[in-house]
């Protein structure tokens, strides 16, 4: 089971940027994906992005669409999360996922590896 640890949270004004990475501890296997989930106080947990290790396939949610970008590292086990142009919106723990693609893709409840969370908070 990978181990995967977030980093790069933190303060930001709105209009600012940040990037999160997700380390993975061991090689990803290539038919899986690295996603990033958010979860605000009172809200429901929230798909944003995933990427394929594979081909480097990309998806995000409408509302980060323009605004956020994954990319991945092989040689590292490591995606990234660059966020810019954040809002009060994306105020929200963030947490790294791994799991096959089709997971992501079809049943993301059943998305066995999780790191830990990163909090952004985003003052306005």
């Known amino acids: 089971q990978l181990q995967l640890t977030e980093s790069g949270g933190g303060s930001v004004q709105a209009g600012g940027s940040l990037r999160l990475s997700c380390a993975a501890s061991?090689?990803?296997?290539?038919?899986?994906?690295i996603g990033w989930f958010r979860q605000a106080p009172g809200k429901e947990r929230e798909a944003v992005s995933w990427?394929?290790?594979?081909?480097?396939?990309?998806w995000y949610t409408d509302s980060v669409q323009g605004r956020f970008t994954i990319t991945r590292d092989n040689a590292k086990n490591t995606a990234y999360l660059q966020m810019d142009n954040v809002n009060v919106e994306d105020m929200a723990i963030y947490l790294c996922?791994?799991?096959?693609?089709?997971?992501?893709?079809?049943?993301?409840?059943?998305?066995?590896?999780w790191g830990l969370g990163t909090l952004v908070t985003v003052s306005s």
């Open positions: 996922a791994a799991d096959l693609l089709v997971k992501f893709t079809a049943y993301p409840f059943a998305i066995n590896n």
């Open positions: 990427i394929s290790f594979l081909d480097g396939r990309t």
């Open positions: 061991e090689v990803v296997p290539n038919d899986y994906a």
